[in-house]
């Protein structure tokens, strides 16, 4: 795969037990678009992510990355064959590893050569403005700081699709927006097709290219966000 995935869901549903809560999703998300998926509280999105995740399969439909189906009814290719990368609300990271070991530790499971591991630790640290902070532990840094290794971590081995959940969610307002807009530039340097998945209409416009509406477990709406305004069409 490469850094110009595109998502396809057809006829995608998910319940649990009795609570049928994504209903026959159908979704294209174009190589290298960077998509937010609102909605209010409870209508779906973390589930949608653990599908595109292969944290959770669907009960019906299929789910494609480029030409690669990944999940199907009753089946789904496990996470760490998706060649994705995943940052969440709290961070994750391994509180005993160090700045650099955590970021390095994509590049382990896929057994890059120790140099080239450090070359590339380096070069995610760079881009996330922490590069002098490779060698602390996790517990030694702010929350927004947290945020950044573990988006170096998700980048480092430049998957073809990356995942967010509520990644700022943690953080106090001020530092929400700035880091957006840092997420924003990142993501459109790399050209990596990213789903984002918020509450926060203006986080969504600040940094998608399109936003998918959920409500009730279907797709209500997309919207094409037009300008760095934040204007929608
Ligand atoms: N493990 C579970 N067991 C049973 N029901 C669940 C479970 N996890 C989630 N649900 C239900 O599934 C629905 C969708 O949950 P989901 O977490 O996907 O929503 P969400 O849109 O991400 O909400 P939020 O913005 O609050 O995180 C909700 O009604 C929720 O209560």
């Known amino acids: 795969m490469n850094a110009f995935t595109a998502i396809r869901l057809q006829g995608v549903s998910y319940a649990f037990g009795a609570h049928t809560v994504l ?39 299929e789910i494609w990355f480029g030409d690669r189906l990944v999940a199907k009814a009753g ?12 940052v969440f609300q709290d961070y994750a990271l391994w509180p005993h590893m160090s700045v650099a070991q955590n970021v390095a530790f994509p590049l382990k499971m896929r057994n890059v050569p120790r140099a080239e591991r450090e070359q590339r630790v380096l070069q995610a640290l760079e881009r996330v403005g922490l590069a002098d902070f490779a060698g602390r532990k996790p517990a030694g840094l702010s929350g927004g700081q947290q945020q950044r290794v573990a988006l170096a971590r998700a980048i480092v081995a430049e998957p073809g699709v990356l995942l967010f ?4 969610s943690n953080l106090d307002t001020a530092l929400r927006e700035s880091l957006c807009l840092e997420m924003a530039r990142l ?33 209500e709406s997309v919207r ?5 305004s934040g204007e929608i069409a």
Do not use: F
């Open 75 to 86: 089946w789904t290719l496990p996470p760490e064959a998706r060649d994705i990368g995943m």
């Open 187 to 219: 993501l459109r340097q790399l050209g990596t097709t990213a789903v984002y998945v918020t509450h926060d209409h203006r986080e969504a416009q600040l940094l998608a290219d399109r936003i998918v509406h959920l409500a009730s477990g279907t797709v």
């Open 165 to 168: 959940d509520e990644p700022l």
């Open 224 to 228: 094409t966000v037009t300008s760095s």
């Open 23 to 61: 209903n026959h999703i159908d979704l294209h998300i174009q190589p290298g678009s960077i998509v937010a998926l609102l909605g209010p509280s409870g209508c779906g999105k973390s589930t949608l992510l653990r599908l595109l995740a292969g944290l959770s399969e669907p009960a019906e439909g």
